[in-house]
């Protein structure tokens, strides 16, 4: 990934997205979710600390400032729209297109955002479910209201050692990165908007549908969130 790949923003998606799940940013979180080593995620909180984008507290948590938040919202908008883009125009192989967008990101211009929208008839979320934030910015007309987590649960929470009926509705931006994991769900058809049955066993949870099923670790399973009881 190398030379379309901007640090900065790299960060500021990474922060938005740990908000986004319910988790505390905090460098540790970043170097384990980028791969990188705690002295460079260090340095680079530490300069965009200093251009006045993020705080860090007392207890190391990182919270960004109204202009890293800003930033932050059109990094992941412009993320957003290249994964709608390379799915529903380019048909790429779903496992492939978290980081295809991911170079994306970094290059699109806002008239090339405001041109996938138009092509697209407007999309709010993903593929993936998940919610593009800021398309007020884009479109006027667009809600100002980004959805959140409300009905929504990870699936070891929503499920048992029973086999119950849950609807998929959003795979978390970590999990897009796990190939394997990735490749498990389309096999059995677990994507956003599917019904499939899950049971929660003792350090794993199967998934699936129509007799076929995958078991993934508890882990994995937290960043795909369903609805109960559909």
């Not at 990188?36 to 995620?41: D, N």
């Not at 957003?80 to 991911?102: G, K, S, T």
């Not at 998934?207 to 076929?212: F, L, M």
């Amino acid at each position: 990934m190398s030379e379309l790949i901007d640090t900065t923003e790299m960060y500021l998606r990474t922060i938005y997205e740990l908000q986004e799940e319910g988790m505390t940013p905090m460098r540790a979180r970043i170097a384990e979710r980028l791969g990188h080593s705690g002295p460079t995620v260090s340095q680079t909180v530490g300069r965009m600390e200093r251009d006045g984008l993020v705080t860090v507290d007392q207890d190391r948590h990182l919270e960004l400032t109204g202009t890293g938040e800003q930033q932050a919202v059109r990094v992941m908008r412009k993320h957003r729209l290249a994964e709608c883009m390379l799915v529903e125009i380019l048909a790429m192989p779903w496992e492939d297109v978290h980081a295809e967008a991911c170079r994306w990101e970094h290059v699109m211009s806002d008239a090339v955002e405001r041109r996938i929208l138009e092509l697209l008839d407007h999309p709010s979320v993903s593929p993936y479910g998940n919610p593009i934030p800021g398309l007020a910015e884009l479109d006027p007309g667009a809600s100002k209201v980004v959805a959140g987590l409300q009905g929504l649960l990870p699936l070891p929470e929503a499920v048992t050692e029973d086999l119950k009926r849950v609807r998929v509705r959003r795979l978390a931006e970590t999990l897009q990165t796990d190939e394997g994991s990735m490749a498990k769900l389309l096999r059995v058809g677990a994507m956003p908007g599917a019904d499939v049955e899950a049971r929660r066993l003792d350090d794993s949870v199967t998934i699936g549908s129509a007799g076929e099923y995958v078991e993934m670790s508890v882990e994995e399973a937290r960043h795909i969130l369903v609805e109960a009881g559909t």
